[in-house]
T-cell receptor, first 114, second 113 residues
């Protein structure tokens, strides 16, 4: 079945450090890929997405590139801020046969310190 | 402002009681979803509905029930048959052809003792 694997957290960084959160997936066909973010005590928000190989999703300084050859969708940001502290979820959706369901990874907590 | 509301934010129940969690959206979205979030396990799909009066089981439907009588509303009932009901419950919605862009409510934390 479909699955998403994320690096374990928490990831602790100093402000202005470079961020990478790894995400790899297993799925049939060519899924769409997503990063969602959850701030403390809140629901999830879509951060960025990519729908085909080599697409780059970007938003609020975050980027991720859909790499079909390595089945990866790693999240990056060049300079993190304290306000980026949150839990980040990688997710996929199969284009057909998946019932429009999202499959989520377990989430990676990011803590940014001054 | 359009959005999804879940109430209450915190809910406490005694073991053996059924409890219903509310989810309402005014985004005019066709599809709605219920997820359960536990520490270290990410989100797991309980039930989903792509249209009024129709819904499907997700990956962990046992011990839960839903209804979809109105487009705007998708309540979730946690029954006494759910063995481990204490969790954070998230409702989401998506427009037709939303391509995976789901909009989430703020969640309800249910504690059963």
């Amino acid at each position: 079945g479909d699955s998403v694997t994320q690096m374990e957290g928490p990831v602790t960084l100093s402000e202005e450090a470079f961020l990478t959160i790894n995400c790899t997936y297993t799925a049939t066909g060519y899924p769409s890929l997503f990063w969602y973010v959850q701030y403390p005590g809140e629901g999830l928000q879509l951060l960025l997405k990519a729908t085909k190989a080599d697409d780059k999703g970007s938003n609020k300084g975050f980027e991720a590139t859909y790499r079909k050859e390595t089945t990866s969708f790693h999240l990056e940001k060049g300079s993190v801020q304290v306000s980026d502290s949150a839990v980040y979820f990688c997710a996929l959706r199969r284009p057909t046969g998946g019932g429009n369901k999202l499959t989520f990874g377990t989430g990676t907590q990011l803590k940014v310190e001054l | 402002d359009g959005g999804i509301t879940q109430s209450p934010k915190y809910l406490f129940r005694k073991e053996g009681q059924n409890v219903t969690l509310s989810c309402e959206q005014n985004l005019n979205h066709d599809a709605m979803y219920w997820y359960r979030q536990d520490p270290g396990q990410g989100l797991r799909l309980i039930y989903y509905s792509q249209i009024v009066n129709d819904f499907q089981k997700g990956d962990i439907a046992e011990g839960y029930s839903v209804s979809r009588e109105k487009k705007e509303s998708f309540p979730l009932t946690v029954t006494s048959a759910q063995k481990n009901p204490t969790a954070f419950y998230l409702c989401a919605s998506e427009k037709r052809e939303g391509l995976g862009e789901q909009y989430f409510g703020p969640g309800t934390r249910l504690t059963v003792t």
